[in-house]
């Protein structure tokens, strides 16, 4: 697949923000819409796919005022808004208690929803993955991840954030069957956001975690947010701010390959900050990569996690 030059720009924008507190005083949400996102967002079924991995490590989750501040100006601009995540164990309504997400959508015409009800879809490489029909049902899908170090992936954003929209364990059971195999695992993470209704990203990089991840990790304060309609393009952007090789980002490295539009500068267009404008030197990789599978026996006891974290 062949970049096509003919095709305009895509559009990321990027906003400073310095704390939490001033997406509600500094109409930064709007701002990011208005340069980069949809045109209208009245009567439109959105769901809003916030990063929730575990109750234990609050960094591991998204920031509550920021899916709040997201989600008050989808419901202030007509939208249908739905919120939802599906962890690989346990449930993402307990992580979303846990960390503060359901109290900063109190008040809110918002509904919460777990993502399950798998439907199985042929990827365009031919691996069939279980995603939830209540992700493909959305008009639109506002991916709002917190940008993190990642010991198997480097780095995960927009792109990895989508994963997500696959039901419970059967991401686990993803890692456990292809995370070794070549680059399965990385040709599925690459072919997700194809196959879900359009989407808006907006990554969320003001306290991001570095060192290890996606939970453990050291908070690192990076103040910036970025958001575009191409997970690809976002990710490009912070990859260039942190002057990354792509070798080093097994996703990356995999869009690269198969030349997926928004993974190059020259596909893209900055209609608000450009990325030599800030500095993001701070932020520190995991030292070594772990490989993407999951061994048998820890898909086993994470099942039994899971259905634990159920109930308990």
């Known amino acids: 697949m062949e970049s096509d030059t003919s ?17 509600f ?6 701002t990011l819409f208005k340069a980069a996102g949809p045109d209208s967002l009245k009567n439109v079924h959105v769901l809003v796919k916030p990063n929730l991995v575990t109750p234990r490590d609050p960094l591991a989750a998204s920031e509550p005022d920021f899916i709040g501040a997201v989600c008050s100006f989808l419901v202030e601009m007509g939208a249908k808004v739905k919120v939802g995540d599906s962890p690989a164990f346990g449930s993402a309504r307990r992580v979303a208690m846990k960390s503060g997400i359901l109290d900063a959508l109190k008040g809110l015409d918002v509904e919460f929803s777990e993502l399950d009800k798998p439907k199985n879809i042929k990827l365009p490489s031919g691996i069939s993955v279980g995603i939830s029909q209540k992700a493909l049902d959305a008009d639109l899908i506002i991916n709002c991840p917190r940008f993190k170090a990642h010991a198997q992936a480097g780095i995960t954003a927009a792109v990895k954030n ?11 059971f993803a890692h456990c069957k292809y995370g070794d195999v070549g680059t399965l695992f990385e040709t599925i ?27 453990g990790g050291r908070p690192c304060h990076l103040g910036v947010i970025a958001a575009s309609v191409s997970p690809f393009a976002v990710d490009t952007v912070f990859y260039n701010m942190l002057n990354i090789p792509a070798d080093l980002l097994p996703v990356h490295r995999e869009a690269l390959r198969r030349q997926i539009r928004g993974t190059s500068l020259e596909d893209i267009s900055f209609p608000l900050e450009r990325p030599q404008d800030f500095n993001l030197e701070k932020f520190r990789l995991p030292e070594r990569l772990q490989q993407f599978t999951f061994h048998p026996v820890r898909l086993a006891k994470g099942r039994l996690k899971s259905l634990y974290m159920r109930f308990f």
Do not use: H, W
Not at 7 to 23: D, E, T, W
């Open 7 to 23: 095709l305009s720009p895509i559009p990321v924008a990027l906003s400073r923000c310095n704390s939490y507190k001033a997406l």
């Open 189 to 215: 993470l690459t072919e997700i956001p194809a196959v879900l209704p359009p989407s808006f990203s907006i990554v969320d990089a003001i306290t991001a975690m570095d060192r290890t991840g996606p939970s």
């Open 162 to 172: 989508f994963f997500g929209c696959v039901t419970g364990f059967r991401k686990a």
């Open 25 to 30: 005083t500094d109409q930064i949400i709007k």
